[in-house]
């Protein structure tokens, strides 16, 4: 079993940035990815970027064009997604993941946190 739990959400103005944490605890054996992927109101649940637990090789989704990078922290267990240049349409609660391979799909992830609102917004 793992928990994951993400931190870092808030309110930002157009153009500013977020951090987002997703602490991993349990068995670190039980997962080779964690994905970060997010839901707009009214919108399905898209993926964001994934990074593997081993060699550190990250995915992300095409829409990102940079402005979004993932990395993680594997003394403590903790995932980051630092979100630069933000536009009112990146509003969405953002939720991380652990899954069995290094993709974007979400039937691929087993365990997800509770999520954390982001809303940029002037």
């Known amino acids: 079993q793992l928990q994951l739990v993400e931190s870092g959400g808030g309110l930002v103005q157009p153009g500013g940035s977020l951090r987002l944490s997703c602490a991993v605890s349990g068995s670190t054996v039980d997962y080779y990815a964690i994905g970060w992927f997010r839901q707009a109101p009214g919108k399905e649940r898209e993926g964001v970027s994934c990074?593997?637990?081993?060699?550190?090789?990250?995915v992300y989704a095409p829409y990102m064009a940079g402005r979004f990078t993932i990395s993680r922290d594997n003394a403590d267990h903790t995932v980051y997604l630092q979100m630069n240049n933000l536009n009112p349409e990146d509003t969405a609660v953002y939720y991380c993941?652990?899954?069995?391979?290094?993709?974007?799909?979400?039937?691929?992830?087993?365990?997800w946190g509770q999520g954390t609102q982001v809303t940029v917004s002037s």
């Open positions: 990074i593997s637990n081993t060699d550190g090789d990250t």
């Open positions: 993941a652990a899954g069995r391979v290094l993709w974007l799909q979400q039937y691929t992830y087993d365990y």
